[in-house]
Each structure stands twice: as structure tokens, then as C-alpha cells.
């Protein structure tokens, strides 16, 4: 690929996104809140507010802080199953938010008009390409592809392999890459094979505007790749959704959960959905428990297998100008292409 096409790549993420750099930060729970979104606004990249499982007073309230802090745009990323879902789309379209992102699930035609017809810009994950083309014929302004590598719940396709199913053959909408990716050279090289710009998440956690605990960045330092591992399910009649997350005592006790909850299914003595909802019960206290109030041995330190390129707290302004030298660096040299 030419400089030039590079450049165009490059610039047509940040263009879209309405931030100086084509660099997300993924939506954390708990962690994706206005400290770090609005300091990544500010730094130049595009910061996302994770509502989890936030009411829409609170989710208006954080909106209004990112604005207290930054002019830039930041998105909003809703969670498709959340029972709130219709008053949290009103909260984003009320309160003007450029961007939204959709996860968690395929989202229905009605939440993409509602927002859309506000002007609102509409970011959806693309788990394959068949899935991809549908979401862009409802109207997806955006696609996210997110390999296995992410760290929290995650796909079950690598990026490697998702990059090469799909770039080539979406143009239609600007794409976004997701999932291991913790540097600059990477980022390059994804645009180099097509992608509008990358979302990070595991290497913002390691920023002094991240409010994760102390211990929580600790451990992440001195994580490596290979710890940062994916949730089993031990019998399909409980369908679990894969979490990566470095492994601890939490993970033995979300074992011994599924295991129980397995044995009350089978014998009748709970509902499957009931089952199902605790254990994404279980994975939103752990999470708080570890990432806020800093207990990593029974709490969840959800991170993607970039963990292990993660070996300093830095600001976020530092975390930015070092992702996009590196990229620039890559582009001024054409990606080694002629």
C-alpha cells in the first residue's frame, strides 16, 4: 500500500470518529469512566463510556462529566440485553452523544433507528463477515471486528484471522480492529491491511487517569501474555460467554459457581436463564471487587493477551504520543510498501 492510501486509511478512522487519531479505547466496566474518557479525548484518540449496567440517571450524570472536562467527541457503548436499554438510547439521543456503540449482542433495527434518526452514529461488533454485511445493510455506520486475544468477554476467532475475513471486503463503512494489540507498529499494520484505525483497552488500564486500584495495574505489570486466559464451560446446558481474565482464586470460585448451577439445572431446581444471568452477575461484582477495591486474588482482572507488552503506568497523553509516533513512523515509510 502507497503512503498515500495509508494516510487516506488512516485519516477516513479519525475522520469518522472526529478525534485527531484513529485509537479507541474500548468500553471497560467500571473503568471506562469520565477520568479516562475524557483524558483520552483529550490526548487526540476517542474515549467510550462503558454504561454496564448504569440507570440512565447515572449514565447522564457521566456524560455530562466527560463534558465538563473535554470539548472532543467521546461515544457511549450500550449493552443490547440490558432490560433499560430503550430509556438508556433516550439518555444518549437527549444528551447529544456523536457516537454510540452497541455490544454485547446483535442489535434490533429499532434501537439503530432511534438512533441514527437523531443523528446519531452507530458503532456495532462484527463477530464474521456474513454477520458484518447484515449489520451494515440495518444501517451500522462503523463495524468493530475483536479477535480472541481482548481481554473480558471475548469471540471465539482470532484477530489474525478475523482481519483477513473481513477487511478485504467491507469498504462500505469504516472498520475497526480490535483485541491484542498494545502498540503502534501493530496499529500500522492493521491500517496497512485495511482497518480505519484499532481499539485498545488493556493497555489504558496501566494510566495514571485510569481509576483502577493499584493493585489491579500491578498485576497487570507483571502479567505475561500467557496468563491472561479464557473461562471453560464445562456442559452446554449453561451456556457460558467467554471472559479472559489472568487467572486467580476468583476463577476457581467462578468454576465451582458453574459447576453448582449446572447440577441445579439438570435436576430442576433452577431455570437455565436464571442460571445463565448469575453467572454474568457473578462477573460484574468480581470485576468491581478486583478493578475498584483492588482484591486480584478473589476478584476478576479481566485482560486481553496484550498484558504482557503492558510494563509501566504512564499518563494517558504519554500512552497516546508514543502509539501514534510509532504509527506515523510506519506510515512516513510507506508500511515498507512501494
Given at each position: ?130 454477520i458484518g454485511k447484515r449489520l451494515i445493510r440495518r444501517g451500522a455506520d ?197
Open positions: 500500500m502507497s503512503v498515500k492510501r495509508l494516510r487516506e486509511a488512516w485519516s477516513r478512522g479519525s475522520q469518522f470518529l472526529g478525534s485527531r487519531h484513529a485509537i479507541l479505547c474500548g468500553a471497560m466496566s467500571w473503568l471506562s469512566e469520565h477520568n479516562l474518557v475524557s483524558a483520552i479525548a483529550e490526548a487526540g484518540g476517542f474515549g467510550v463510556i462503558a454504561s454496564g449496567n448504569m440507570s440512565p440517571e447515572a449514565l447522564r450524570e457521566e456524560i455530562r462529566l466527560v463534558r465538563a472536562r473535554t470539548t472532543h467527541p467521546f461515544g457511549v457503548n450500550l449493552i443490547t440485553l440490558n432490560p433499560r436499554l430503550g430509556e438508556l438510547v433516550a439518555v444518549v439521543v437527549a444528551e447529544r452523544v456523536t457516537h454510540c456503540v452497541l455490544a454485547g449482542g446483535l442489535p434490533d433495527q429499532e434501537t439503530m433507528s432511534t438512533l441514527k434518526s437523531a443523528g446519531v452514529k452507530v458503532i456495532v461488533f462484527a463477530p464474521s463477515l456474513a462503523a463495524l468493530v471486528i475483536e479477535g480472541h486475544e481482548a481481554g473480558g468477554h471475548v469471540g471465539p476467532v482470532a484477530t489474525g484471522v478475523l482481519v483477513q475475513e473481513i477487511l478485504p471486503f467491507v469498504d462500505e463503512v469504516p472498520v475497526f480492529v480490535a483485541g491484542g494489540i498494545a502498540d503502534g507498529q501493530m496499529v500500522a499494520a492493521l491500517v496497512e491491511m485495511g482497518a480505519a484505525g484499532c481499539q485498545l483497552g488493556t493497555r489504558f488500564v496501566c494510566t495514571t487517569e485510569c481509576i483502577a486500584h493499584a493493585n489491579f495495574k500491578e498485576l497487570f505489570i507483571r502479567a505475561q501474555s500467557r496468563d491472561a486466559v479464557v473461562t471453560v464451560q464445562f456442559d452446554p446446558v449453561l451456556p457460558v460467554i467467554p471472559v479472559r481474565a489472568l487467572v486467580n482464586k476468583g476463577t476457581e470460585q467462578f468454576n465451582q459457581l458453574q459447576l453448582r448451577l449446572i447440577d441445579e439445572v439438570k435436576g430442576g431446581r433452577r431455570e437455565r436463564k436464571d442460571a445463565i444471568l448469575e453467572l454474568e452477575h457473578f462477573w460484574v461484582g468480581a470485576l468491581r471487587r478486583a478493578a475498584i477495591d483492588g482484591d486480584v486474588e478473589f476478584g476478576s482482572v479481566m485482560a486481553g493477551q496484550s498484558v504482557g507488552l503492558v510494563k509501566s503506568v504512564q499518563p494517558v497523553a504519554v500512552v497516546m504520543q508514543e502509539l501514534v509516533a510509532e504509527v506515523e513512523g510506519r506510515l512516513r515509510a510507506g508500511g515498507g510498501a512501494a
